[in-house]
C-alpha cells in the first residue's frame, strides 16, 4: 500500500491566504516535512491543528541525506506534507530534490497550490508577464556572479530574483553599472504583510533610493528585460564593398559571395546576385 508526498504552499504573509485543502493536508499528515520546525509550529498552531509528533525538519543541509528516509515512509503507505517556511516548496527553498527523489522511486507526488512571492511580485510589478525568468539568489561572489550578470544583460524577458534587504541598495547599485541606469525595475517588500510596498523605477533611481532607506523584511526584485538588440540594415552599398575586398583578396566568386553572405548574415541568394551584376559591370 503506497502514500504520498504532497507538497503544500503556506501564506507570505497573511495568514488568510492558507487554502483550505491545504489545511486539511496539514491537519491529516501523518509527517510534516518543514524547514524551520518552530516558524511551522507557529502556522500550526494558528490553525489549530496539533503538531505533536509529525514534525519533521527538511532543510537545504539535509534534504538529500533524508530522501531514502522518507521515500520509504511514502512506500510503505505514509501521507507526507512537504512545507516550506513560506510560499512554494522548492522555488529557492528546500523540496526540489526529495520530490524528484519520490518520482524516480514511482511515488506519488501531488500538490496544493499556495502563495508565491515569485508570481505575487510578478503580477504586481506592472512588468510584462508574457514571458519572465526566475533567477532566486543570485551568487553572491566571483566568476558565477560575473556570469550571472552577463546573462541578465542581455535576458529580455522580465526576471525575479531575491535579495537580503541588507545587501539591497548594494545589488542595485551593481546592476545599474552592470545592466544600464534606465532599465526598469520594481522592488516588491513585505508582500501581502501589514507594510507590503511596492517601488517602481530605474535602476539608477532605486539604488539611489535604497542607499538612503532602510529596506526592511522579505524583498523581491522584479527586473525589467533587456532591449532587443537593434536590427542593422544591410544596404546593397554594403554588400558591394565587401564583395570587392574578398575578390581581391584573390577569392572565386562562389566562395566571396558565401564569406560575404555568413560575415553579413544576409540571403546568399542576394550576395550572389549582386556578385554576378558586379561581374558582369
Known amino acids: 500500500m503506497s502514500g504520498e508526498l504532497v507538497v503544500v504552499g503556506t501564506p507570505i504573509g497573511n495568514l488568510g491566504d492558507i487554502a483550505p485543502r491545504a489545511v486539511e493536508a496539514l491537519r491529516a499528515a501523518e509527517m510534516i516535512l518543514c524547514e524551520d520546525t518552530r516558524r511551522t509550529r507557529e502556522l500550526l498552531s494558528a ?71 515569485v508570481l505575487a511580485a510578478l503580477v504586481v510589478s506592472g512588468l510584462p508577464t508574457d514571458r519572465f525568468c526566475m533567477e532566486g539568489f543570485l551568487p553572491r561572489r566571483g566568476k558565477d556572479r560575473r556570469a550571472a550578470l552577463e546573462a541578465l544583460a542581455t535576458e529580455e524577458r522580465t526576471s525575479v530574483l531575491f535579495e537580503s534587504p541588507r545587501r539591497l541598495a548594494a545589488t542595485l547599485a551593481e546592476f545599474a553599472t552592470a545592466l544600464g541606469a534606465d532599465r526598469r525595475v520594481v522592488i516588491a517588500r513585505e508582500l501581502t504583510k501589514l507594510h507590503e510596498e511596492i517601488w517602481r523605477g530605474s535602476l539608477e533611481a532605486a539604488a539611489q533610493h535604497w542607499s538612503e532607506v532602510e529596506a526592511r523584511g522579505e524583498v523581491v526584485i522584479v527586473l525589467g528585460g533587456a532591449a532587443p538588440p537593434a536590427i542593422v540594415e544591410i544596404s546593397d552599398a554594403d554588400i558591394i564593398e565587401r564583395l570587392h575586398q574578398a575578390l581581391a583578396e584573390g577569392r572565386s566568386k562562389r566562395d566571396a559571395t558565401d564569406q560575404v553572405a555568413a560575415e553579413l548574415g544576409v540571403v546568399r541568394r542576394r550576395v550572389y546576385e549582386l556578385a554576378i551584376a558586379l561581374a558582369s559591370a
Not at 509528533?53 to 528516509?69: F, I, K, T, W
Not at 510560499?87 to 528546500?94: F, K, N, R, V
Not at 527523489?101 to 511515488?107: L, S, T
Open 47 to 117: 490553525l489549530s491543528i496539533p503538531a505533536t509528533g509529525r514534525l519533521s525538519a527538511l532543510h537545504d543541509h539535509n534534504e538529500r541525506v533524508r530522501c531514502d528516509e522518507v521515500v520509504g515512509a511514502i512506500a510503505s503507505g505514509r501521507t507526507v506534507v512537504l512545507v516550506s517556511d513560506a510560499g512554494m516548496p522548492g522555488i529557492s527553498d528546500p523540496g526540489s530534490v526529495l520530490v524528484a527523489a519520490v518520482v524516480d522511486d514511482g511515488g506519488s507526488v501531488t500538490v496544493i497550490p499556495g502563495p508565491s512571492a
